[in-house]
């Protein structure tokens, strides 16, 4: 199973980045897939999950009615669309996998890690 995270830049407070997580080698409607964020000298967190099967989706309550997390099953992506950003925000974000389609944001669950992208949010 391979992620390929992008969409990562730079963004003034305020604005707007949506990211994309493209899979390959299995479907996202049958594994839960997540993005968690790191930011400099602090441990990577999680963000939000779309699990696989049910369709359930969690986010963390920093980022919940501003990040909104989305899937189409056809090109095998599961995406970030960020809004209202701010400073805190600024992290590498990461797509991660795992089989089976639990909702959790734990990263000690996921079986598979992509590269990360950056996002920065600073005027």
């Known amino acids: 199973v391979q992620l390929q995270a992008s969409g990562g830049g730079l963004v003034q407070p305020g604005g707007s980045l949506r990211l994309s997580c493209a899979v390959s080698g299995a479907t996202v409607d049958s594994y839960s897939i997540a993005w968690f964020r790191q930011a400099p000298g602090k441990k990577r967190e999680g963000v939000s999950c779309?699990?696989?099967?049910?369709?359930?989706?969690v986010t963390d309550p920093s980022v919940k009615g501003r990040f909104n997390i989305s899937r189409d099953v056809a090109k095998n992506t599961v995406y970030l669309q960020m809004n209202s950003l701010k400073p805190e925000d600024t992290a590498v974000y990461f797509c991660?996998?795992?089989?089976?389609?639990?909702?959790?944001?734990?990263?000690?669950?996921?079986?598979?890690w992509g590269k990360g992208t950056l996002v920065t949010v600073s005027s």
């Open positions: 991660a996998a795992v089989a089976g389609g639990p909702l959790t944001l734990m990263k000690g669950s996921m079986n598979y």
């Open positions: 779309f699990a696989g099967r049910e369709g359930y989706i």
